[in-house]
């Protein structure tokens, strides 16, 4: 007993350590950003786009979902806290650019593809990484409340919480969840 308060309490110190300092926003994605005012969970003014409209691509995917989900390193100070600010970037990433109406197909092999612009360092922190992150990432769908302090303390609550007022948010998320996990 005495060991898991000792162990919790440095966790906590490194994790208010790591979180104290850091605010982030994400970075605009640059194929389709969802209006202002679509994002109070109606769908009024948000323009679904047709395919051909959409600039998805390998090296997008890259940026705006391998990249983050390789800048944090499980078991190292922060991690936790780097995984929930990823996860967040993520699945705004997904939501911006209505993924949902990907082909499934072409989105794993541009992931893949996307996988293989990636370093070798990188590869293999991605593959250390995904089995946590996309827990946390399902874990804004399923338990938002008992994560929202999470993502309020990496910085990314108003991340979080804007996801969630995105109307087809989790059905935008549930192709790149795919493409991820077969990786």
């Known amino acids: 007993m005495k060991k898991m308060i000792i162990f919790l309490a440095l966790f906590m110190i490194a994790a208010a350590a790591a979180?104290?300092?850091?605010?982030?926003?994400?970075?605009?994605?640059p194929v389709q950003a969802i209006p202002e005012d679509a994002k109070d969970g109606s769908s009024e003014g948000q323009t679904e786009l047709v395919p051909d409209e959409r600039k998805l691509s390998p090296e997008l995917l890259r940026d705006y979902v391998l990249i983050p989900a390789t800048e944090f390193h499980p078991g190292s100070a922060g991690s936790t806290l780097g995984c929930a600010r990823s996860a967040a970037r993520i699945l705004t990433f997904c939501t911006e650019n209505q993924l949902r109406l990907e082909d499934q197909e072409k989105l794993d092999q541009m992931m893949k593809d996307a996988c293989e612009l990636l370093s070798e360092d990188e590869k293999g922190w991605l593959q250390e990484n995904l089995p946590g992150l996309l827990d946390v990432a399902d874990s804004v769908f399923s338990d938002y409340d008992g994560m929202k302090g999470l993502f309020e303390d990496a910085g990314a609550g108003d991340l979080a919480s804007g996801v969630l007022a995105v109307e087809h948010a989790q059905e935008d998320w549930l192709p790149a969840r795919t493409a991820l996990a077969g990786l």
């Open 19 to 29: 979180g104290c300092t850091y605010t982030m926003e994400a970075p605009a994605s």
